[in-house]
C-alpha cells in the first residue's frame, strides 16, 4: 500500500514516517510537505536514504504540486498537513482557513480522481469545542462547536471530509485526538516551550490560572491508532484516540521544573489566550473496542522520555529556535504583561 504522507516534516508526521518505517516499512512512503515554519527536514535525516521513502516539495493548496506527487502512485492518502497552532490562528486566521479547508478539499479530489483506497484525515478534538469540569468527555457523537479560529478550520475540514463520503462514496475515516506530547514537538506550544525555557531559567508564561485541562498523549501512540484506523477503519466513520491523561496546564508544568531539577518561581502568569477553551478530554472506547488500540505510555513514563530526548537533542531545537521563531516569540509574548 503506497502511503502519500502529507505535513510529514511536522512533529506528528515525522513521527509518523518514523513509526512507518519502524514498524511497517513494507509500505512504500512519500511526505509531501510544503515545508512552513514548521516543516523540518532535520526531524527525518537519520531516515532520509530508506529505500521505502521519498519527499516531495509541495503545497496541498496547489492542485498541480499534488497531482505531481499523486502521479509516483498513491493509495492511501493521510493529511496531517496543516496550520496547526491555536496562538498563530488568532493573530492570522485566513492561512487557516485556506490550508486547512480548501487544502484538504483539494486532496479530497485527488482523492476521487485517483480511486485511492483510503483517505484518512487527521482531526483533533478541538472541534468539539469545550468541556465544564463535569462534562463526560467527548464522544464521537458530540457536536461540533470550535471556538478558535484553528479549530473551526479543522472542523470545516472535517465536514468537507464527511461530505465526500456521502455525496461521493470517497472511503473516509477522520481521527480526532487529544493534546500530543513527545520528539520533535515545535518549541511554540506547551511542552517544548515550558522544557526549552526551563533549561534556559526564563520565565514559564503560564496562560491565566493555568487550571485549564488537557488530556495528553504521547505522540507514538497516536501513530499506532491513525495506522490502525487507516488499516481497519470503517470508511465514513470516525475515530477518537485520547489517553485518559486529563492534566492542568499548571501541573504538567511544575512536573517538567521538578524534573528539570529548577524552581517554581520560574512561572509566570500571564494573559489569558482569547477563546481559551477550559477543559478537553476524549473518550476513546471506540478506538480501543473496535480497533483493539491501547496507549502504550503512561504520563510519567511518557514526560520523563520527552524531557530527556530533548536534554538529548539540543542540535535539533537550537536549529529549530533561531531566526524566525524568536521574532514569533517576541511578537506573541511581549503584550502578555503579568497576570
Ligand atoms: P505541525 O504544525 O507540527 O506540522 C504541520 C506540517 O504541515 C508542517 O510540516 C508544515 O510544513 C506542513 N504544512 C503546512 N501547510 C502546508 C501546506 N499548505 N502544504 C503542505 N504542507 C503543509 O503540526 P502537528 O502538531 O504535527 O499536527 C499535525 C496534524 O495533527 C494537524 O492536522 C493537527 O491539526 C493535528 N493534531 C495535532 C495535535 C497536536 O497535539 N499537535 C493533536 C491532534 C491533532
Ligand atoms: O487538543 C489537540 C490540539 O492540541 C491540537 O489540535 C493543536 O494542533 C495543538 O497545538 C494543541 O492545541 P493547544 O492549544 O491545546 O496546545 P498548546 O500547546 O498551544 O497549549 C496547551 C495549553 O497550554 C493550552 O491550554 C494553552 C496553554 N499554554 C500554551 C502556551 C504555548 C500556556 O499556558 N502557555 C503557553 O505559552
Same mark, same amino acid.
Given at each position: 500500500?503506497?502511503?502519500?504522507?502529507?505535513?510529514?516534516?511536522?512533529?506528528?508526521?515525522?513521527?509518523?514516517?518514523?513509526?512507518?518505517?519502524?514498524?511497517?516499512?513494507?509500505?512504500?512512503?512519500?511526505?509531501?510537505?510544503?515545508?512552513?515554519?514548521?516543516?523540518?527536514?532535520?526531524?527525518?535525516?537519520?531516515?532520509?536514504?530508506?529505500?521505502?521513502?521519498?519527499?516531495?516539495?509541495?503545497?496541498?493548496?496547489?492542485?498541480?504540486?499534488?497531482?505531481?506527487?499523486?502521479?509516483?502512485?498513491?493509495?492511501?492518502?493521510?493529511?496531517?498537513?496543516?496550520?496547526?497552532?491555536?496562538?498563530?490562528?488568532?493573530?492570522?486566521?485566513?492561512?487557516?482557513?485556506?490550508?486547512? %479547508?480548501?487544502?484538504?478539499?483539494?486532496?479530497?479530489?485527488? +482523492?476521487?480522481?485517483?480511486? @485511492? /483506497?483510503?483517505? !484518512? #484525515?487527521?482531526?483533533?478534538?478541538?472541534?468539539?469545542?469545550?468541556?465544564?469540569?463535569?462534562?463526560?468527555?467527548?464522544?464521537?457523537?458530540?457536536?461540533?462547536?470550535?471556538?478558535?479560529?484553528?479549530?473551526?478550520?479543522?472542523?470545516?475540514?472535517?465536514?468537507?471530509?464527511?461530505?465526500?463520503?456521502?455525496?461521493?462514496?470517497?472511503?473516509?475515516?477522520?481521527?480526532?485526538?487529544?493534546?500530543?506530547?513527545?520528539?520533535?514537538?515545535?518549541?511554540?506550544?506547551?511542552?517544548?516551550?515550558?522544557?526549552?525555557?526551563?533549561?534556559?531559567?526564563?520565565?514559564?508564561?503560564?496562560?491565566?490560572?493555568?487550571?485549564?485541562?488537557?488530556?495528553?498523549?504521547?505522540?507514538?501512540?497516536?501513530?499506532?491508532?491513525?495506522?490502525?484506523?487507516?488499516?481497519?477503519?470503517?470508511?465514513?466513520? %470516525?475515530?477518537?484516540?485520547?489517553?485518559?491523561?486529563?492534566? +492542568?496546564?499548571?501541573?504538567? @508544568? /511544575?512536573?517538567? !521544573? #521538578?524534573?528539570?531539577?529548577?524552581?517554581?518561581?520560574?512561572?509566570?502568569?500571564?494573559?489569558?489566550?482569547?477563546?481559551?477553551?477550559?477543559?478537553?478530554?476524549?473518550?476513546?472506547?471506540?478506538?480501543?473496542?473496535?480497533?483493539?488500540?491501547?496507549?502504550?505510555?503512561?504520563?510519567?513514563?511518557?514526560?520523563?522520555?520527552?524531557?530527556?530526548?530533548?536534554?538529548?537533542?539540543?542540535?535539533?531545537?537550537?536549529?529549530?529556535?533561531?531566526?524566525?521563531?524568536?521574532?514569533?516569540?517576541?511578537?506573541?509574548?511581549?503584550?502578555?504583561?503579568?497576570?
Amino acid at each position: 500500500m503506497a502511503m502519500l504522507i502529507t505535513g510529514g516534516a511536522g512533529f506528528i508526521g515525522s513521527n509518523f514516517v518514523h513509526y512507518m518505517l519502524q514498524h511497517h516499512p513494507e509500505h512504500p512512503i512519500v511526505n509531501f510537505d510544503a515545508l512552513t515554519y514548521a516543516g523540518n527536514l532535520e526531524s527525518l535525516r537519520d531516515i532520509e536514504d530508506h529505500p521505502s521513502y521519498r519527499f516531495v516539495k509541495g503545497d496541498i493548496t496547489n492542485p498541480d504540486d499534488v497531482e505531481r506527487a499523486m502521479q509516483l502512485g498513491v493509495d492511501i492518502i493521510l493529511n496531517f498537513a496543516a496550520e496547526s497552532h491555536v496562538d498563530r490562528s488568532i493573530m492570522d486566521p485566513g492561512v487557516f482557513a485556506k490550508t486547512n %479547508v480548501l487544502g484538504t478539499q483539494v486532496l479530497l479530489d485527488a +482523492a476521487r480522481r485517483h480511486g @485511492v /483506497k483510503k483517505y !484518512l #484525515q487527521v482531526s483533533t478534538d478541538e472541534v468539539y469545542g469545550t468541556l465544564s469540569p463535569s462534562d463526560p468527555a467527548f464522544t464521537e457523537q458530540t457536536p461540533l462547536a470550535p471556538n478558535s479560529p484553528y479549530s473551526a478550520s479543522k472542523a470545516g475540514a472535517d465536514l468537507m471530509v464527511r461530505a465526500y463520503h456521502e455525496t461521493f462514496g470517497l472511503p473516509v475515516n477522520i481521527t480526532r485526538c487529544s493534546n500530543n506530547y513527545g520528539p520533535y514537538h515545535f518549541p511554540e506550544k506547551l511542552f517544548p516551550l515550558m522544557i526549552l525555557n526551563a533549561l534556559e531559567d526564563k520565565p514559564l508564561p503560564v496562560y491565566g490560572d493555568g487550571l485549564q485541562v488537557r488530556d495528553w498523549l504521547h505522540v507514538s501512540d497516536h501513530c499506532r491508532g491513525i495506522y490502525l484506523v487507516a488499516e481497519k477503519g470503517v470508511p465514513g466513520e %470516525v475515530y477518537n484516540i485520547g489517553g485518559n491523561n486529563e492534566r +492542568a496546564n499548571i501541573d504538567v @508544568v /511544575k512536573t517538567i !521544573l #521538578q524534573i528539570l531539577g529548577k524552581p517554581e518561581s520560574l512561572i509566570q502568569h500571564v494573559k489569558d489566550r482569547p477563546g481559551h477553551d477550559r477543559r478537553y478530554a476524549i473518550d476513546a472506547t471506540k478506538i480501543r473496542r473496535e480497533l483493539g488500540w491501547e496507549p502504550k505510555y503512561t504520563f510519567d513514563t511518557g514526560i520523563l522520555e520527552t524531557v530527556t530526548w530533548y536534554l538529548a537533542n539540543e542540535k535539533w531545537w537550537s536549529a529549530v529556535r533561531s531566526g524566525s521563531y524568536m521574532e514569533y516569540y517576541e511578537a506573541q509574548y511581549k503584550d502578555r504583561v503579568k497576570a
